[in-house]
């Protein structure tokens, strides 16, 4: 259920100049998610009635994105004039025109603010029927932050740029979070009376503050005692350490909910990814994406799993593995590559350099060492010997070859699709299928080995191999003619 007395709106225009990227600011990633992403999930999570995005710089990427992660979501485009204030003007115009309640204003590039410390903020707004409640930190180096000012009781008095401030305020340590709960009617009236002679020519939020108290609204600053809420992200450093702290914190919380993780310096885990209890993870692990990961698993050490699914049991080591499921008590592994499609049966194994793509192993099938496994079904108990190979590609078209149960593939085969092996067949070693194998039947390229003698001194000469096959014809030489003027044995003697 929707509260119908909140709206949320996201500020989501900004070039973000000091990321000197291409990409938009609010689309950065962190954890599995644009920036842009934890803040709509987080506003999602208040159940408002209404979310709008304000949008400009690089208009239409941003507007995909964020349709992509929250199709109801609002969207408002800012003009030409510039700052904060005029965002959320935006913002409120695409409300409807009777929503009168609270309106919460959030940055898109705030991304650790969570539902419980909006939660409480709105709470307090609401208790205290203020005008305005904002967030506040204390910040050890507040420089480029604007300064919350209060009286001598202790009272907000007012919001001062960093640009904007005296040498005494800048010494001021109380910041200004940039996350607002405003009731729609004050949001409104102060915002038409705001101008913009500052140093930055534009038209600033933070002088609502100062309009609501000149007309005697009530406005309060709640402090958060953790920094890290209302962290913002302007380049790639403070997204860099915003990255390793919410990967320590996501760490923290799988460990409390009873995952190993053996070493947390080198493992990252994504904000969407699920893990059940009593999974260990070695070091140099990544879990990356929608990744779900079942009980008793062990993965890692050195792997990677993107968008992927693991069932209980499951061992997986030195593996890369994208959109693909490996199922309980199966093992892959090391320096396996799990390409899209991948499906490994329960039981199933897939060893040493093996690649597969686009593939289904049945229950207890293996591809023990140095296989390739495209475009095919290898049924349930069935073996694929050192170096297959199935041949999927002619050049235009990928076509699919089907293995089926209990079958035995030989050492160095490469079966040439499309092409079925039924239940049961064998298939010798070096044996390249091209057509179809009934079931219980032996493949065989049948080709009489030729060994032709002295070949390698007549057409090599002067190589090492020569010299190696003439020293060892010579020695064997004397040996032979001494076992031919030998007499024989009389059997008759005892």
């Known amino acids: 259920m929707s509260e119908s007395n909140l709206a949320v709106i996201i500020l989501a225009a900004g070039a973000g100049t000091r990321m000197k990227s291409k990409t938009p600011k609010v689309l950065h990633g962190l954890g599995g998610l644009p920036l842009v992403g934890h803040v709509l999930r987080t ?35 800012q ?42 903020l709105i709470q307090t707004h609401r208790d205290d029927a203020d005008d305005l409640t904002l967030l506040s930190a204390i910040y050890a180096d507040p420089t480029g932050f604007g300064r919350i000012v209060r009286d001598d009781e202790g009272t907000f008095a007012s919001i001062v740029e960093h640009k904007d401030a005296t040498d005494a305020q800048r010494e001021i340590t109380e910041i200004n979070a940039g996350v607002y709960v405003f009731t729609a009617a004050s949001a409104r009236s ?16 933070t002088d609502a503050a100062s309009v609501i108290k000149d007309d005697g609204g009530r406005i309060a600053a709640v402090a958060v005692t953790d920094p890290w809420l209302v962290q ?40 969407n990814v699920t893990i059940g209890r009593d999974v260990e993870i070695q070091p140099g692990t990544q879990l990356r994406g929608a990744t779900t990961i079942g009980e008793d698993a062990v993965i890692g050490p050195d792997t ?27 093992t892959v592994g090391p320096w396996s590559y799990l390409r899209a499609n991948s499906i490994i049966g329960a039981g199933a194994k897939v060893g040493t350099f093996v690649e597969t793509k686009n593939s289904r192993l049945g229950a207890g099938a293996k591809v023990p060492h140095l296989s390739y496994v495209g475009d095919a079904e290898i049924g349930a108990g069935s073996n694929l010997g050192a170096g297959s190979i199935t041949a999927n590609y002619d050049g235009v078209n990928k076509h ?22 039924g239940d049961g067949a ?14 219980g039947a032996l493949a065989l390229n049948v080709a009489p080995q030729r060994n032709l003698e002295g070949w390698v001194e007549a057409n090599r000469a002067g190589t090492a191999a020569a ?18 003027t030998e007499p024989a044995t009389d059997a008759s003697q005892g």
């Open 232 to 271: 913002g992200i302007n380049d790639r450093a403070q997204l860099g350490a915003t990255a390793r702290e919410l990967n320590r914190r996501i760490l923290e919380k799988w460990m409390r909910e009873g995952v190993t993780i053996v070493d947390p310096d080198t493992t990252i885990i994504e904000t």
């Open 426 to 439: 064998y298939s010798g070693a070096g044996t390249t299928i091209r057509k179809d194998v009934p079931a």
């Open 467 to 484: 010299a190696s096959a003439a020293s060892a014809r010579n020695a064997s030489a004397p040996a032979a003619a001494a076992s031919e």
């Open 304 to 330: 990677t799993l993107v968008d992927c699914e693991v069932g209980d049991g499951a061992i997986v080591k030195r593996t890369d593995a994208t959109l693909s499921v490996i199922g309980a008590g199966a």
């Open 43 to 77: 506003a999602g999570q208040l159940q408002p009635a209404h979310t709008v995005a304000v949008v400009r710089h690089e208009r239409d990427r941003v507007v995909e994105a964020i349709t992509a992660l929250a199709p109801d979501t609002l969207i408002a485009d």
């Open 190 to 205: 102060a915002l038409a009376k705001i101008g913009m002679g500052n140093a930055q020519g534009e038209k600033y939020l």
């Open 79 to 120: 003009d030409d004039i510039p700052g904060t204030g005029r965002a959320v003007e935006a913002g409120l115009a695409a409300l409807p025109d009777d929503f009168d309640g609270d309106v919460v204003v959030l940055s898109g590039d705030v991304p650790m603010l969570d539902y419980l410390t909006l939660q409480c």
């Open 400 to 421: 699919k070859t089907v293995v089926g149960e209990n079958v035995k593939i030989g050492s160095d085969n490469v079966l040439i699709a499309p092409v079925t092996v």
